[in-house]
């Protein structure tokens, strides 16, 4: 079946940078996008880019550009979200999620377990 | 891109139906038929339950409905029970070839 995997919790300082990896099985992981979602706490979904594992190719909303990186190893089947100068707002619980197999294409049909990141001085 | 516009709640008795609506813009839901609904109850990772406007993934009861019209799109919940208990976000590609989400909507069962 289809499972997507995260790393663990992270505390990071603000200025920081945190790098969340997510492990795809189940099926071929050059064949579907990843998605990253966060979620801060007691808030709502917010949507922070998208990733072609075939290839490399991102998409980011404006907000991200800049600071969020994502880069993908397909030797072992993992997606990776970088985010850099971190700040308080950051704290956040961070998903992976996979997508279609184009940009376009609806996402969602499978979630990682999410990756608590906390921005503390 | 700004947020979808969900209301904040909604509630029903069990049994009966509730439908949460989803406003976007031209830009948005109103040119694509690529919206689509969450579930996510407290402390876990949200779940699909309609995908490209109507469409159910595998598994999902047939209790969830989609629609869509001009700039907004609807949920609907049919047969409501204790379980749907939870918070709905719809969200919709766009024009900026980006994805948006909706800021939610808390169900509650009476």
């Known amino acids: 079946q289809v499972q997507l995997v995260q790393s663990g919790a992270e505390v990071k300082k603000p200025g920081a940078s945190v790098k969340v990896s997510c492990k795809a099985s189940g099926y071929t992981f050059t064949t579907y996008y990843i998605h990253w979602v966060r979620q801060a706490p007691g808030q709502g979904l917010e949507w922070m880019g998208c990733?072609?594992?075939?290839?490399?190719?991102?998409i980011y909303p404006q907000k991200f550009q800049g600071r969020g990186t994502m880069t993908k190893d397909t030797s072992i089947s993992t997606a990776y979200l970088e985010l850099s100068s971190l700040r308080s707002d950051d704290t956040a619980v961070y998903y992976c999620a996979r997508g279609g197999i184009g940009y376009s294409y609806s996402y969602g049909d499978s979630w990682g377990q999410g990756t608590l990141v906390t921005v503390s001085s | 891109q700004s947020a979808l516009t969900q209301p904040p709640s909604v509630s029903g008795s069990p049994g009966q139906s509730v439908t949460i609506s989803c406003t976007g813009t031209s830009s948005d839901v109103g040119s694509y038929n690529r919206v689509s609904w969450f579930q996510q109850p407290p402390g876990t990772a949200p779940k699909l339950i309609i995908y490209?406007?109507?469409h159910r993934p595998s598994g999902v009861s047939d209790r969830f409905s989609g629609s869509k019209s001009g700039n907004t799109a609807s949920l609907t919940i049919s047969g409501l029970q204790a379980e749907d208990e939870a918070d709905y976000y719809c969200?919709?590609?766009?024009?900026?070839?980006?994805?948006?989400f909706g800021g939610g909507t808390k169900v509650t069962v009476l």
């Open positions: 490209e406007v109507t």
């Open positions: 969200s919709s590609y766009t024009s900026s070839y980006t994805w948006v």
């Open positions: 990733i072609n594992p075939n290839g490399g190719g991102t």
